[in-house]
Every structure is written in structure tokens, then in C-alpha cells.
């Protein structure tokens, strides 16, 4: 097949133009700024969206789009040239770009966790190897320790192969959790786990993401290296309970799973607002061949529509406030603790749960129009279900919280 993530890759690089020079201090005012650059294009990307899915991959249009208004910088440190939006902004962000194109939604919260842990996590050195004068990368990062690595001098002897590599083509660094053989006894029983960051030209990419049902726009196809030198200073620990970021606020106090559950939330919320708003514009403007009414004219209808919106809208203000809290927590210095990602984790999949079910009942009233090929609302309908499958969106974590709150012992991680 073509090299589209070649064709993607071409492009240029104005972080410094569009990066947090730009950005007024005040949160208010910059999360301004920030919806203003998603509307800016928003229409590229949801042309994009049918493009995506036949390709397997972002479209290109939909890659130098986000490049070029900073987006996947989202989450990176300002130190380094990035936006390092607060939760709620960057919740907002990911919510709108996903109501554009579900694709490019999930796309730029992989791609902007993957630079951030780089950012953040990253000794010097290695930093410097990546960020090489001042030019900010785009990265892809599977999180599950599929990798294994032996010591060695200078870093590290690495196999593995990775899966869910989501925007790997469009990628110039992908990540890969891995586990370090013998270090069981350093580390008091557990081996130790590292972030191995390569080169996305130094891996081999597999094909293998063209018979997926869903998210197939994301191209999260699985990579591999075999007997590969990684350098000490390429690897860096994120630790699941109390990560220790070298850089960057209170955000990166987060663990991962924290990290990342509010933005799996906000773009299953997008994606739903959207098909909802597809079904309502459906519902006011057409009438089908063998109907006897409107859409509009249904009391059932009614009902349902509004029932999807008050759900949509407390799912995402129950993410807003707790993440807030959380914020605030970390601002003052405190790492969440196991109860508190308990808690974010269960909202996230609480939010895809509502969003899938918003999506599916769309799709039902929308009747024969979402059935066709490339309408919205069967990708919508395809990418949400495939999306609720994700580690992190297990309904392991509804199990947690609900432990928690009962007083049981309970694993956050599990």
C-alpha cells in the first residue's frame, strides 16, 4: 500500500506561531482561543471523516488540519511549545473535534497523550533527541506492556509487538509499554515497567486495521521491532499510582488511567451530540416515502430526543465538575489516589455508555438513511460500539467504584 502517513507527514511546522505565544493566560480566554482554532476546521474535518475510514487511516487533510492549529500539542507541556490545556478545556476541545469527525477526535487524544508523556516524563537527553531544536513531533502510544527489554550497556535489548497503535501512520515517534526481564527483585516482586519510544521508521507496521468494524479511520494497526537497541535515555516509567513528571503543572500528577479517561468520555460525548444532532435535522427537514408523519410530529420522538440530550448533558457536566475537583487537587500538590480514578474512570464509562446508547437510538429513528455508506450516523454508530471495547472503558470500572463506595478493597487498575 501507499505511504499515506509519508503523505501526512509533509507539513509545516509552525508551533511556534501557533503555540502558547498566541494564547492569552487567563483559562477563560484561552479555551476561547482554542474552540476558535477547532471551528476553524471543523469542516475539513468532517469531509474528512468518509476519506478516513476507506483509507484506514486519517486522512491527510485531517492530519495537516490539526497539525497546523497546534491541536496535537494539547496536552504537552507549554515549556515545550505546547497548549497544556486544563482538564475541562481540553475535555471541551476533544468533545468538539470529535463532533466534527469521531476519527480525528480519538486521533488527537492518542496523539496528544503520546507527545505528552514524551514531554513530560522524558530525561533531558532524550528530549533533546526528540524535540531537536525546538520542532514538537506527533506520536502514537500503546499502553499495554507488550514489549520486552533486557538490560544492556547504554539502554536497553528490545522485542515486542504492539497493538491499537492509533494515528501510528501519521506518527514520527510511537511508544510502547514494556516490560525490563529480572528486575523483579528491584522493584519488590513486580518487574518494571517502561515506556519505550522509537522512531516510527524503525518499526515494522502491519496492515491489519482494514476488517475492523469500527474505528477504522484511526489506522491502529499493530507494530514490532525484534532484537532493537533502545537507548536508556528513550524510556522513561509513568507509574500507574504516582507518576513523577520531570515537567509540566498539575496535570501530570494524574496516573494514566485518571489521565486519559476524561478524554475517552468527552469524545464518546462529541460523537453522540453529533448523531443527535443528525437525527434532529433529519427529523425537521424530510419525510419519509411510506411515513404518515414527520419525524418531528412523533410524541415517541419527542421523548426520546430529549431524554438523549439531558443525558448527553449531565454525563458531561457530572466529567466537568469531578475533573475540576481533581484538578484543583493536584494544583495544591496531592496525586489522586485510588478512590479518585476509580471514580473518573467509572464517569468516562458511564459517558460512553450514555453516548453509545444516543447513538444507537439515532441510528433506529433515522431509519433507512444512516444504513447507507458513507452517512455519518452508521460510522457514528460503528466507531462508538468500537470505542466502548477500549481497556479503559471496561465495565470493570463501574465494578470498582462500586466498591469503593461500599468500603471494599478494590484495584483501580483492574
Same mark, same amino acid.
Given at each position: 500500500?501507499?505511504?499515506?502517513?509519508?503523505?501526512?507527514?509533509?507539513?509545516?511546522?509552525?508551533?511556534?506561531?501557533?503555540?502558547?505565544?498566541?494564547?492569552?493566560?487567563?483559562?477563560?480566554?484561552?479555551?476561547?482561543?482554542?474552540?476558535?482554532?477547532?471551528?476553524?476546521?471543523?469542516?475539513?474535518?468532517?469531509?474528512?471523516?468518509?476519506?478516513?475510514?476507506?483509507?484506514?487511516?486519517?486522512?491527510?487533510?485531517?492530519?495537516?488540519?490539526?497539525?497546523?492549529?497546534?491541536?496535537?500539542?494539547?496536552?504537552?507541556?507549554?515549556?515545550?511549545?505546547?497548549?497544556?490545556?486544563?482538564?475541562?478545556?481540553?475535555?471541551?476541545?476533544?468533545?468538539?473535534?470529535?463532533?466534527?469527525?469521531?476519527?480525528?477526535?480519538?486521533?488527537?487524544?492518542?496523539?496528544?497523550?503520546?507527545?505528552?508523556?514524551?514531554?513530560?516524563?522524558?530525561?533531558?537527553?532524550?528530549?533533546?533527541?526528540?524535540?531537536?531544536?525546538?520542532?514538537?513531533?506527533?506520536? !502514537?502510544?500503546?499502553? &499495554? +506492556?507488550?514489549?520486552?527489554? $533486557?538490560?544492556?550497556?547504554? @539502554?536497553?535489548?528490545?522485542? %515486542?509487538?504492539? *497493538?491499537?497503535?492509533?494515528?501510528?501512520?501519521?506518527?514520527?515517534?510511537?511508544?510502547?509499554?514494556?516490560?525490563?526481564?529480572?528486575?523483579?527483585?528491584?522493584?519488590?516482586?513486580?518487574?518494571?515497567?517502561?515506556?519505550?519510544?522509537?522512531?516510527?521508521?524503525?518499526?515494522?507496521?502491519?496492515?491489519?486495521?482494514?476488517?475492523?468494524?469500527?474505528?477504522?479511520?484511526?489506522?491502529?494497526?499493530?507494530?514490532?521491532?525484534?532484537?532493537?537497541?533502545?537507548?536508556?535515555?528513550?524510556?522513561?516509567?509513568?507509574?500507574?499510582?504516582?507518576?513523577?513528571?520531570?515537567?509540566?503543572? !498539575?496535570?501530570?500528577? &494524574? +496516573?494514566?488511567?485518571?489521565? $486519559?479517561?476524561?478524554?475517552? @468520555?468527552?469524545?464518546?460525548? %462529541?460523537?453522540? *451530540?453529533?448523531?443527535?444532532?443528525?437525527?434532529?435535522?433529519?427529523?425537521?427537514?424530510?419525510?419519509?416515502?411510506?411515513?404518515?408523519?414527520?419525524?418531528?410530529?412523533?410524541?415517541?420522538?419527542?421523548?426520546?430526543?430529549?431524554?438523549?440530550?439531558?443525558?448527553?448533558?449531565?454525563?458531561?457536566?457530572?466529567?466537568?465538575?469531578?475533573?475540576?475537583?481533581?484538578?484543583?487537587?493536584?494544583?495544591?500538590?496531592?496525586?489522586?489516589?485510588?478512590?479518585?480514578?476509580?471514580?473518573?474512570?467509572?464517569?468516562?464509562?458511564?459517558?460512553?455508555?450514555?453516548?453509545?446508547?444516543?447513538?444507537?437510538?439515532?441510528?433506529?429513528?433515522?431509519?433507512?438513511?444512516?444504513?447507507?455508506?458513507?452517512?455519518?450516523?452508521?460510522?457514528?454508530?460503528?466507531?462508538?460500539?468500537?470505542?466502548?471495547?477500549?481497556?479503559?472503558?471496561?465495565?470493570?470500572?463501574?465494578?470498582?467504584?462500586?466498591?469503593?463506595?461500599?468500603?471494599?478493597?478494590?484495584?483501580?487498575?483492574?
Amino acid at each position: 500500500m501507499a505511504d499515506l502517513g509519508a503523505e501526512a507527514r509533509t507539513f509545516t511546522r509552525d508551533a511556534k506561531t501557533r503555540g502558547i505565544e498566541t494564547l492569552p493566560s487567563d483559562r477563560g480566554a484561552k479555551r476561547e482561543v482554542l474552540l476558535g482554532r477547532v471551528e476553524q476546521i471543523g469542516k475539513t474535518l468532517q469531509e474528512s471523516g468518509a476519506r478516513s475510514e476507506e483509507l484506514a487511516t486519517l486522512a491527510p487533510e485531517a492530519v495537516q488540519a490539526l497539525r497546523s492549529s497546534g491541536l496535537f500539542t494539547l496536552k504537552l507541556p507549554t515549556a515545550l511549545g505546547g497548549i497544556e490545556a486544563d482538564p475541562v478545556t481540553e475535555m471541551l476541545l476533544l468533545e468538539r473535534i470529535a463532533y466534527h469527525d469521531f476519527t480525528s477526535g480519538w486521533c488527537t487524544m492518542v496523539g496528544a497523550t503520546g507527545v505528552a508523556s514524551l514531554g513530560a516524563f522524558l530525561p533531558q537527553t532524550g528530549l533533546d533527541k526528540i524535540f531537536r531544536n525546538g520542532q514538537i513531533p506527533t506520536a !502514537a502510544i500503546s499502553f &499495554f +506492556p507488550a514489549g520486552r527489554a $533486557v538490560r544492556e550497556k547504554g @539502554g536497553f535489548r528490545l522485542n %515486542g509487538r504492539w *497493538r491499537f497503535n492509533s494515528g501510528i501512520r501519521h506518527s514520527e515517534w510511537v511508544l510502547g509499554g514494556t516490560i525490563v526481564e529480572g528486575t523483579e527483585q528491584q522493584t519488590g516482586g513486580q518487574p518494571l515497567v517502561i515506556f519505550a519510544a522509537m522512531p516510527t521508521k524503525d518499526v515494522t507496521l502491519y496492515d491489519n486495521w482494514r476488517d475492523v468494524v469500527g474505528l477504522r479511520g484511526t489506522g491502529s494497526c499493530d507494530c514490532s521491532v525484534e532484537n532493537y537497541f533502545l537507548p536508556e535515555d528513550l524510556s522513561f516509567v509513568w507509574d500507574l499510582l504516582n507518576p513523577k513528571p520531570l515537567r509540566g503543572g !498539575a496535570s501530570y500528577l &494524574f +496516573p494514566p488511567f485518571s489521565f $486519559v479517561a476524561k478524554e475517552h @468520555g468527552s469524545v464518546a460525548i %462529541g460523537g453522540a *451530540r453529533r448523531a443527535l444532532d443528525e437525527l434532529i435535522k433529519l427529523a425537521t427537514t424530510t419525510r419519509g416515502t411510506f411515513r404518515a408523519s414527520k419525524l418531528e410530529e412523533r410524541q415517541i420522538v419527542h421523548r426520546q430526543i430529549a431524554e438523549a440530550d439531558l443525558k448527553l448533558r449531565a454525563a458531561r457536566a457530572l466529567l466537568h465538575e469531578r475533573y475540576e475537583e481533581l484538578y484543583q487537587k493536584a494544583s495544591s500538590g496531592a496525586v489522586p489516589d485510588g478512590r479518585d480514578i476509580a471514580d473518573v474512570r467509572a464517569m468516562a464509562v458511564h459517558a460512553t455508555d450514555v453516548a453509545i446508547g444516543v447513538v444507537t437510538m439515532a441510528f433506529h429513528f433515522a431509519g433507512n438513511t444512516g444504513l447507507h455508506h458513507p452517512h455519518v450516523l452508521g460510522r457514528l454508530l460503528r466507531d462508538l460500539n468500537a470505542a466502548g471495547l477500549h481497556q479503559v472503558m471496561s465495565d470493570t470500572a463501574y465494578e470498582n467504584h462500586g466498591k469503593f463506595c461500599l468500603g471494599l478493597p478494590a484495584n483501580p487498575l483492574a
